[in-house]
């Protein structure tokens, strides 16, 4: 048994130091930014915020919505082919190079990917995806994607630590996907015993892959635009929403009507109610390590998008960042014990 006695840090762990500025406005700030990949030879350009793969919030309807901010959304991977295909018809060009194609590894989904990418020359993001980014199974089998697409951007993840972003990056992935067990409807650190503080691992992680060329997405804990500034500002390249964007008229949760009041059901991957829904039952071996929460149904995810794009946009004035790009060489975080005043946060209006 080992200690590692330096303190990690999470998004509530710190606060960015304002710093001197010359931009007058928030509307100077660009948040675009363009990436080239270690593999691909496509270029990218866009603001490098995801939907997250889960079954209520990376759907068709999000990817519409997102892709008119030139956001990406990676669409969950329990969509059958028939409603790809529908999807595919029905979207612009722009739309499309805004999805990220996600999958597990099965042999299963490797087919599927296969056909889905038949489907349209503009899908070009594959995202592998598993709760454990640690196994040997599932380096073998993104060296078989990477073989079989040595154009297409590739995902891959979750993992938490340096060495591992590297061995996911010489095996042929361009972004690696970091975190684990930092989500809002995730109880893995708590089923587990196993997790690393989201900042940190950003700040690890990135170190790791930019060494290569790589990119990484942060993956969950974000809770506020400020953890995503604070996500940025730590050296990730893209970052990735699941709770943030949960409850809206895009997401696929089941609508629930209390006291005319609307809510909407959001749970984790992991969960026990997506593992009925997707295997039907929950395996005897295997503990949920996700939870379902009600949430207030909270209508367009343009409109809160809106709100946490003006929230980075104000980060970047404080620091002087004209560019969402110089967030990372401008932030000094300070670490703290208090974050905001919740004096009247029950009183809400
Ligand atoms: P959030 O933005 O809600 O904090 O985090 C979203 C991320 O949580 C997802 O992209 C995924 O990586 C992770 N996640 C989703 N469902 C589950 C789950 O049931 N268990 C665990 N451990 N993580 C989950």
Avoid at 264 to 278: C, E, I, V
Wanted: hydrophobic share 40%; proline share 2%.
């Amino acid at each position: 048994m080992r200690i590692e006695e330096d303190i990690k840090l999470g998004f509530k762990d710190v606060l960015i130091r304002p710093k001197r500025s010359i931009l007058k406005s928030r509307s100077e700030v660009n948040l675009i930014r363009s990436f080239t990949f270690k593999y691909s030879c496509h270029q990218w350009s866009g603001i490098p915020i995801i939907a997250a793969n889960m079954d209520t919030i990376g759907t068709f309807e999000m990817a519409l919505s997102l892709s008119s901010f030139n956001i990406l959304t990676a669409i969950h991977k329990y969509y059958s082919f028939d409603e790809w295909k529908v999807f595919i018809n029905k979207s612009t060009e722009k739309t499309l190079e805004h999805v990220i194609v996600s999958i597990g590894t099965s042999d299963l989904d490797f087919l599927k990917i296969q056909k889905i990418l038949s489907l349209s020359s503009k899908l070009k993001y594959i995202c592998i995806d598993v709760a454990n980014g640690y196994s040997e199974c599932f380096v073998s089998f993104l060296k078989k994607v990477r073989d079989s697409y040595p154009n297409a951007i590739i995902c891959a993840g979750n993992v938490v630590t340096g060495e591992m972003v590297e061995e996911l990056i010489l095996s042929g992935a361009d972004i690696v996907k970091v975190g684990i067990g930092p989500g809002s409807v995730c109880t893995t650190r708590v089923k587990t015993g196993v997790g690393y503080p989201q900042l940190s691992a950003i700040i690890e992680c990135a170190d790791a892959a930019h060494g290569l060329n790589g990119q990484i997405i942060s993956d969950g804990g974000c809770i506020v635009s400020g953890d995503i500034a604070k996500a940025f500002g730590g050296g990730s390249d893209f970052v990735m929403l699941g709770g943030m964007l949960s409850g809206h008229y895009e997401c696929s949760g089941k609508i629930i009507k209390e006291h005319s009041k609307k809510f909407m059901l959001f749970y984790g991957m992991s969960s026990s109610s997506a593992m009925q829904r997707y295997s039907g039952q929950i395996k005897g071996y295997r503990a949920s390590e996700g939870k379902i929460v009600k949430i207030p149904f909270r209508g367009n995810v343009d409109i809160t998008m809106q709100d946490i794009l003006g929230g980075l946009r104000s980060a970047c004035t404080y620091v002087g960042a004209q560019k969402l790009k110089e967030l990372t060489k401008r932030t000094t975080f300070i670490r703290v014990n208090e974050q905001e005043n919740r004096v009247f946060n029950d009183f809400t209006y």
